[in-house]
């Protein structure tokens, strides 16, 4: 399974970027993915969560109302959907996903198996 994430970039804060999350290779639409972000000097932490082929969604508290993540099945992609941007969200954003995540794991990022490259999402005050 390969990942490849795009679609960051430099923002005002308050403005908005969709990012995608491509999947190739064997993928199973039931499996859950995520988006984790790591900024500078912090660890990688969870976003956001759900299925390929979409379904219940997960999101860490701090961008629930924000974020908004969603799956389609037919073209292997996940998306998450940034608005309202603030400055702390300024991080490497990658996906991942793994054969062996459930409910009670989704969050921790040692539960995912493969993951893409990172795009890089910046934003200013």
């Known amino acids: 399974v390969q990942l490849q994430a795009s679609g960051g970039g430099l923002v005002q804060a308050g403005g908005s970027l969709r990012l995608s999350c491509v999947a190739s290779g064997r993928t199973f639409s039931n499996n859950r993915m995520a988006w984790f972000r790591q900024a500078p000097g912090k660890e990688r932490e969870f976003v956001a969560a759900t299925k390929w082929s979409n379904g219940p969604t997960y999101y860490v508290d701090s961008v629930k109302g924000r974020f908004t993540i969603s799956g389609d099945g037919a073209k292997n992609t996940v998306y998450l959907q940034m608005n309202n941007l603030r400055p702390e969200d300024t991080a490497v954003y990658y996906c991942?996903?793994?054969?062996?995540?459930?409910?009670?794991?989704?969050?921790?990022?040692?539960?995912?198996?493969?993951w893409g490259q990172g795009t890089q999402v910046t934003v200013s005050s």
């Open positions: 991942a996903d793994g054969p062996s995540v459930i409910l009670s794991n989704l969050r921790s990022r040692t539960a995912y198996t493969y």
